[in-house]
């Protein structure tokens, strides 16, 4: 085999391995997958999971009439409640949470039970209407039901 030829068999070779590369450096982990329960008529729900999917994220839904049973059984309380609950990595999501604070909240590996959006705030990501904004908290649940503010969105959209 000439030299030209080898050169060119290697670099087409190297080209994957390089890309691949260049995608772990992009996305450093992979994104875990998201189990949420909502109610199978609820629109801002999926909403919500396809604010998600667009995220990256893997999404599987589980319908149920009524997620106060699963959030009583995965520790968030009630009085964060909304309208779905989800788990990922571990944590429980509830509400209306952007993609962005799930994914901070995975990379940082944050000491708690989950996040929530209690409510449902308009501007939220499956909550909105138009160009209404509503200012709206994300907040770190503790295990023992302590929160404090994760994010805060003053009437800005929060990003994917």
Avoid at 3 to 18: D, G, V
Avoid at 33 to 43: A, E, Y
Avoid at 96 to 115: E, F, I, M, Q, S
Wanted: proline content about 9%; aromatic content about 4%; overall charge positive.
């Amino acid at each position: 085999m000439n030299p030209s030829r080898r050169h060119l068999l290697l670099a087409l070779a190297a080209t994957p391995a390089a890309l691949l590369a260049a995608h772990a450096q992009a996305n450093p982990f992979k994104l875990p997958t998201v189990h949420v329960w909502k109610s199978p008529t609820c629109g801002c729900c999926t909403a919500w999971v396809d604010h998600m999917r667009a995220a990256g994220f893997t999404v599987n839904i589980t319908e149920v009439d009524d997620t106060g049973p699963t959030r009583k059984r995965l520790g968030m309380p009630a009085k964060l409640g909304s309208c779905h609950t989800a788990l990922v990595g571990g944590y429980v999501l509830e509400g209306h949470v952007p993609a962005n604070d799930v994914k901070r909240l995975l990379r940082t590996k944050t000491a708690g039970l989950g996040l929530s959006v209690p409510g449902m705030p308009v501007g939220s990501p499956g909550m909105e209407m138009g160009p209404r904004l509503d200012p709206y908290d994300v907040l770190l649940v503790q295990r023992d039901g302590r929160t404090s503010v994760f994010s805060h969105y003053p009437k800005t959209k929060p990003q994917a």
